[in-house]
């Protein structure tokens, strides 16, 4: 403080009129020398929703030229991707057969050895008639201590709570876009992502592959 005595002396002097001017010469001065670190919207870039709107907008139903339930199932394995990132997630093309791959699901998450979750994925509204054909599934992911889900388009309440009663989880289209709405950009960026790869690189389908790429330059 000693230092600055001089200074306040002359402060002591000044006019009225004097003390605002110096004190607009100051604020003018911090602000010319300092980068402006308030918050500007406009700097703000956007990114759309992309996994979302796939889920909302995507045709699943195969086109031609593409095998049937591949669109679906690259969707549910884009989900299990990104949403689960300490899982090695692995998938093949659809009807390859799990079972003679010496896997649980079409879509398995490790940890390590360890089955961790493992997932059908049926093109199709379950019904009750079709329980019969995830009862081995469902001991399978039990007997693993896994979590075993069946992802379908849809439900029947009936089929719904028999599949749970036989300790699965139960995921259609609407339970996966309701757990997407709360994910930031950049796990749906890891989801789009995961499925390019499903379609290029493990079902190596041109048709879907050309109709995907489509769909993202239309909202890109």
């Known amino acids: 403080m000693v230092g600055y005595v001089n200074w306040l002396d002359l402060l002591c002097t000044f006019s009225s009129q004097e003390l605002l001017s110096l004190r607009e010469n100051i604020v003018n001065h911090v602000l010319d020398y300092y980068v402006d670190q308030s918050f500007n919207p406009e700097d703000l870039r956007l990114e759309k929703p992309l996994f979302r709107l796939l889920l909302n907008e995507f045709d699943v ?13 690259g969707i549910v394995f884009g989900f ?8 090695q997630i692995e998938i093949d093309k659809v009807r390859t057969g799990s079972k003679r791959l010496q896997r649980v699901g079409d879509i398995d998450g490790w940890e390590g ?3 961790a979750l493992s997932a059908e ?23 693993r201590n896994a979590l075993g889900i069946v992802a379908a388009l849809g439900f029947d309440p ?3 709570g028999t599949l749970e009663e036989l300790g699965l989880k139960t995921l259609d289209k609407s339970d996966i876009s309701q757990i997407v709405e709360l994910w930031d950009t950049l796990k749906q960026r ?3 992502a995961s499925f ?11 048709s ?3 109709r995907l790429q489509d769909f993202l330059n239309l909202y890109t």
């Open 121 to 143: 994925v049926k093109q199709f509204v379950i019904e009750p008639k079709n329980v019969c054909d995830f009862v081995a599934f469902a001991g399978e992911a039990n007997r």
């Open 80 to 87: 299990l991707r990104a949403d689960n990132p300490h899982l």
């Open 158 to 160: 009936d089929a719904r």
């Open 61 to 73: 139903i195969a086109h031609r030229g593409e095998p049937t339930g591949a669109a679906y199932q």
């Open 208 to 210: 879907l592959t050309a």
């Open 190 to 192: 890891t989801a789009i």
């Open 196 to 206: 390019e790869y499903y379609v290029q690189h493990v079902e190596k389908n041109s």
């Open 113 to 115: 050895k360890r089955l």
